[in-house]
C-alpha cells in the first residue's frame, strides 16, 4: 500500500536536525508530486524562492544543506504544492517577459505565449510608427504584465491599462511601482474606460475559454486561477464580439490590434475583425508551438 503523504512527512523534524541538503529535499519533494500526477519542476521553483538562488545557482549548491528555517519553509509550502496549487501562486510570483511579477489568485499567471503576443506588438508597431509618441491600451490587464512590459521595452509610450476587478488593478499597480513603470490603471469593463480618446494600439488578452472546456482543464488551473478571467460565453467568444464592436471609432489611422486568442479560434475572431475593419490587414500567427495564438490587425492610413 502507498504511503500517505503525511505518514511520509513524519520526522521531518528528524530531517531538519540533520541538515537535509537541497538535492535530496528536491528529490523527495519532486517524487511525492510525481505520484500525485502534478508538475516536479515546481519543487525546483520553490527551491529557487526558498534558498534565493536562481537557476545556474541552485545547481551549482545542490550539495548544500537546508538552514532549519529553509527546510521547514519548503515542507510546509510543498504541502500546497501536493493540493494542486499553482507554485506561482505559493511564492507570488512568475517571470515575465524578463521580469519578476507579483501573482495572487486575483490574477492569471502570466504565459509565455503572451510574451509573444507583446514581441509581436512591438515588431509591427517600431515599423507603423516613426517618429511619434503613441498611445497605447492594455484592455483586462490582470497582473499588468503586458503594459507595464510594454512601457518597459517602449518607455516613449504613453500607456494606460484597464480591468473590471479592483483586485487585480491592485496587483497591477503594485507591479509598476516594482518595476517603475508610469502606467496610468482605469476600472471599468473592457473598452468602456478608454472610449473618451483615441490610440494608436490597442492590445488585450480576455478570457476566451467556453465554459464547456472546464471538463478538459486540470484542476490545478480550474481550482485556483480567476473564472472570470479566464471563460467567457458565446463558445468564448463574447470578448472579441465586444471588441470588434467597440473598437472601430477608437482607433488612429494607421493603428495596431494585437490579440490572444485560443488556438481553435482564429476563423471566427478573424471574421469578426475583417467585419470591424475591412480595410485592415489581419494576420493570424502561430505561437512557438505552433499554434494558433494571435491576431494582429493593422490599420492603414
Not at 104 to 114: A, D, F, G, Q, S
Not at 228 to 240: C, I, Q, S, T, V
Request: proline letters at 5%; hydrophobic letters at 40%.
Amino acid at each position: 500500500m502507498r504511503s500517505s503523504w503525511k505518514s511520509r512527512r513524519t520526522g521531518w523534524k528528524a530531517w531538519i536536525a540533520m541538515t537535509e541538503k537541497i538535492h535530496e529535499a528536491l528529490h523527495r519533494a519532486s517524487s511525492l508530486l510525481k505520484e500525485r500526477g502534478l508538475e516536479t519542476h515546481a519543487a525546483h521553483l520553490l527551491m529557487e524562492s526558498v534558498t534565493g538562488k536562481p537557476g545556474a545557482a541552485l545547481l551549482a549548491d545542490l550539495r548544500e544543506p537546508l538552514t532549519p528555517e529553509q527546510s521547514e519553509l519548503f515542507w510546509n509550502q510543498t504541502e500546497e504544492l501536493l493540493t494542486g496549487k499553482p507554485v506561482q501562486y505559493i511564492i507570488g510570483t512568475e517571470d515575465f517577459y524578463g521580469r519578476s511579477f507579483l501573482v495572487n489568485e486575483h490574477v492569471l499567471i502570466p504565459r509565455p505565449e503572451t510574451e509573444e503576443l507583446v514581441l509581436g506588438a512591438i515588431n509591427r508597431g517600431n515599423s507603423l510608427f516613426r517618429d511619434k509618441t503613441i498611445q497605447m491600451a492594455d484592455i483586462g490587464t490582470g497582473s499588468g504584465a503586458i503594459a507595464i512590459t510594454l512601457k518597459k521595452e517602449w518607455p516613449e509610450a504613453k500607456v494606460t491599462a484597464t480591468d473590471i476587478s479592483e483586485e487585480a488593478l491592485a496587483v497591477a499597480r503594485k507591479n509598476a511601482a516594482r518595476h517603475q513603470a508610469d502606467v496610468t490603471f482605469l476600472r471599468g469593463d473592457m473598452a468602456a474606460p478608454i472610449i473618451n480618446r483615441t490610440w494608436d494600439i490597442i492590445l488585450s488578452n480576455p478570457p476566451y475559454i467556453a465554459h464547456e472546456e472546464a471538463r478538459e482543464m486540470s484542476d490545478t488551473v480550474l481550482g485556483y486561477e480567476p473564472h472570470g478571467a479566464l471563460f467567457a460565453d458565446e463558445d468564448g467568444l463574447f470578448f472579441y464580439r465586444k471588441l470588434a464592436e467597440s473598437l472601430p471609432p477608437l482607433m488612429n489611422k494607421p493603428a495596431l490590434i494585437g490579440l490572444e486568442i485560443g488556438h481553435l479560434q482564429g476563423p471566427a475572431v478573424c471574421a469578426l475583425f475583417e467585419k470591424a475593419f475591412p480595410a485592415a490587414m489581419i494576420e493570424l500567427i502561430k505561437d512557438i508551438n505552433g499554434k494558433d495564438r494571435m491576431i494582429f490587425c493593422k490599420i492603414g492610413e
